[in-house]
C-alpha cells in the first residue's frame, strides 16, 4: 500500500462518513500516523442524496474529496481500496490493493441497505445509500417519463408513471415529498404532451405512522403535508415481494410500478474477520462497549452505523444518523489520543440535538428537546441546519444559490439524464453502484 514505516504509532480509520471523518479530525496533528481507507475517493452528505435523485442537486454539490480535507496534514495518507478483512491477532486488515499493520484500528464502514432477506425485492427495486444510487434513481425516474410519452398501452403507461416508495422514516417522506413537487411544477411543463395526472406516488409505510423516531405531532403533521402535496400514503401495509413489475403486499392492495425505491431499513456494513459473537445479526452491527471497544477487542473499535452501543436509554444501540456517528467519532479521537498517553478514558454519551424532516417547499417538520414546530419556519431551520453542516465553502455557496433559484422559479436545472439507467425486463434487470 506504499504507506512508509513510522516511529508514531500508526491509527487505521476504514471508511470516510460522517464517523470516520470525525475521528480522523481528532487525530490530525499529533504524534501519529493516520491512514484514512474508503472505496470512495469523497464524503458523501448522505441527508441530501433525494434531491440528487430527484434532478434538485448535482452530486458534486454534496461530496467533497476526502485528500482535499487533509492535504495540509502531516502523517495523514488516504488510499482508495475497499477493506475485505481483518486479522486482529496480527493487527493486520486485508484490502484491495493490499495489507496493512496497525496499532489501533477504527471500523466506520456505514450502513447498507437492509432488504430482510428479500432477494427479490434486492434485485428489482431501488436503493439510495450512495450517490451513485441516487443517480441511478433520477435517470430512472426522467426515463421512465420519456418512454411513458412513447407508450400507447394505457397499463403500462400508468405503470411507468407509478412511483413505489417502500418506508416512511426521513428518507421516505423527503423523497415522496420531492417527487410531488416535480409532478406539480416541473412534469407538466416538461411533458405538455403526457397527462402528468396519472403519474401516482405511494408511500407505504409498514407500522401505523410516519417518522416513527419523531413526535406524534411531526407524524401527523408531515402525513398531512404529503397528502397535500398529492401522496397516497399507506400504513400498516407492508411490501412482501416485488418482481419488476407488480408490487405485492401483505394486505389486498397490490402495485403495478416500474419504480420501487426501498427506504424501509438498513444495516451495519461489517467487514469480515471479527468473532461472530461481537456481532449482532439483527442488525448486523458490531457490539461496542462505551468507549467504542468491539466486544472481545482492545485496540479495534467502531462506531456510527456499523456500532451497536447498547445502553439504558438505548436498548438497541443508538439511531443509525449523522449525529450519533459524528459524536462517537469526536470522543473516539479524544479517546485514542487519552489512550496512547496513558490517561482516562471517558465513556460515551449521546447528546440529541434532536430530528427534523422537510416534506417540500416551506414544509418541514423539527423535533428539538424543548421545542417541537412545523411549517414555513422549520423548513428555514432545516435549511440553516444542512447547509451549515456541509463540508466545503463552494458546496455551501452552490447548494444555497440552487435552493434560492429553485424558490424564485420553481424549478430543477439537473434533471439530466447523464447516464442512461434502463430496466431491460424482469428476467435481465441488473443492478449497478457505479
Known sequence: MNIPQTSFPRVVIIGGGFAGLAAAKGLEDQELQVVLIDKHNYHTFQPLLYQVATGGLEPDSIAFPLRKRFNDVENFYFRLAEVTNVDAKLN???????????????????????????????????????????????????????????????????????????????????????????????????????????????????????LSGMSSKASQKSEDFLIKLGVDVWKNLRVIDYDGETVTTNGSDHFKAETVIWAAGVKGDVIGGLEQDCLIERANRFKVDEYSKVVGYENVYAIGDVACMQTKDYERGHPMMAQPAIQQGELLGKNILAKLKGK?????????????????????????????????????????????????????????????????????????????????NKYSFVKEDA
Do not use: C
Not at 450502513?111 to 451513485?132: H, L, R, W
Open 344 to 424: 482516562k478514558l471517558k465513556p460515551f454519551k449521546y447528546n440529541d440535538k434532536g430530528s427534523m424532516a422537510t416534506i417540500g417547499r416551506n414544509k418541514a417538520v423539527v423535533d428539538l428537546p424543548k421545542w417541537k414546530f412545523q411549517g414555513v419556519f422549520a423548513w428555514f431551520v432545516w435549511m440553516f441546519v444542512h447547509l451549515f453542516s456541509l463540508i466545503g465553502f463552494r458546496n455551501k455557496v452552490i447548494v444555497f444559490m440552487n435552493w434560492v433559484y429553485s424558490y424564485i422559479r420553481f424549478d430543477r436545472e439537473t434533471r439530466l439524464i447523464i447516464r442512461p439507467y434502463r430496466k431491460q
Open 92 to 210: 493486520v486488515i486485508e484490502t484491495s490493493i493490499g495489507s496493512l499493520e496497525y496499532d489501533e484500528l477504527i471500523i466506520a464502514t456505514g450502513s447498507t441497505t437492509n432488504f430482510f432477506g428479500n432477494t427479490n425485492i434486492e434485485k428489482y427495486a431501488m436503493e439510495m445509500k450512495s450517490v451513485p444510487q441516487a443517480l441511478n434513481i433520477r435517470s430512472l425516474v426522467l426515463e421512465n417519463f420519456e418512454e411513458a410519452l412513447l407508450e400507447t398501452d394505457l397499463e403500462k403507461r400508468r405503470a411507468l408513471m407509478n412511483f413505489v416508495i417502500v418506508g416512511g422514516g426521513p428518507t421516505g417522506v423527503e423523497l415522496a415529498g420531492a417527487l410531488a413537487e416535480m409532478k406539480k411544477g416541473i412534469l407538466p411543463k416538461d411533458y405538455p404532451d403526457l397527462d402528468i395526472r396519472q403519474m401516482k406516488i405511494n408511500l407505504i409505510q409498514g407500522t401505523n405512522e410516519l
